[in-house]
């Protein structure tokens, strides 16, 4: 999953982006509105950690722009902005979530991931199709109840994939879930990571479209 982290304290930035990282998230980090924008504007975002009070343009105004251009990103604004008042003019604004800082780490990832599974048209916490069960919380995977064990990278693979049977990512959309921007892309990684899944959970789990990319076929949830 990519995320793009805006926030403009260095200190928090930077705890923030480790923390991320460590959680095997591909992040973009800024530190103004106007880069948050441009970001938004020309590369495509699971999720969007959003502080408010930010130099060139206030995080509010980001907000409302992303949604007037019909961008349904999950936004969780992360702000020290502790009102009723402004709590309400963000959700309004479009914010699918709102924590205050300082926030506890953890209840931050849980925040994320509940976003990402109302993005995925899912309720429930663990992902289970084809008899591969994933959990975003604990990155346990099993096959038919057996545990697996996958790379960064293969569950980075897996997990889009999985959470909308179906559909169809290609190779520059999976490399998306991959890399942030400061990351090297080899031209092959995204094949590599397709014929681990494949070897460590059964070949027919994900298909390769022709011309197109990469799908888990709807077939039967277990």
């Known amino acids: 999953m ?6 403009d304290d260095v200190m928090i930035g930077e705890a923030v ?9 591909a992040v973009d980090w800024v530190r103004d509105g106007e880069m948050a924008d441009t970001a938004l504007r020309t ?4 999720l969007v ?6 130099p060139r343009r206030d995080g509010l105004e980001v907000l409302r722009s ?3 251009r019909k961008q349904r990103t999950p936004v969780l604004i992360a702000t020290a902005r502790d009102s009723v008042a402004e709590r309400i003019r963000g959700l309004d604004a479009g914010a699918d979530d709102y924590v205050l800082k300082p926030y506890d780490l953890d ?3 849980a925040r994320m991931r509940a976003l990402l599974r109302r993005a995925a048209g899912r309720a429930e916490p663990v992902y289970e199709h084809l008899g591969v069960a994933i959990d975003p919380a604990t990155r346990e995977v099993t096959v038919n109840g057996e545990p697996v064990v996958l ?11 999985l959470a909308r049977p179906g559909a169809v ?4 959309q999976l490399e998306d879930k991959l890399y942030g921007w400061k990351e090297e892309i080899s031209s092959n990684a995204v094949e590599v990571y397709v014929h681990g899944l494949r070897r460590k959970l059964g070949a027919d789990v994900i298909r390769t479209v022709r011309g197109v990319g990469y799908m888990v076929p709807k077939g039967s949830s277990q």
């Open 43 to 46: 590369q495509s975002y699971d």
């Open 151 to 161: 790379s960064a990278r293969e569950w980075a693979v897996l997990e889009p994939l």
């Open 107 to 109: 209840e931050l990832l």
């Open 2 to 7: 990519r995320i793009l982290l805006v926030e």
């Open 49 to 54: 950690l959003l502080d408010l009070a930010l």
């Open 66 to 68: 992303l949604r007037a």
């Open 169 to 172: 990512l290609s190779r520059a």
């Open 17 to 25: 982006l480790d923390l991320l990282r460590a959680e095997h998230y």
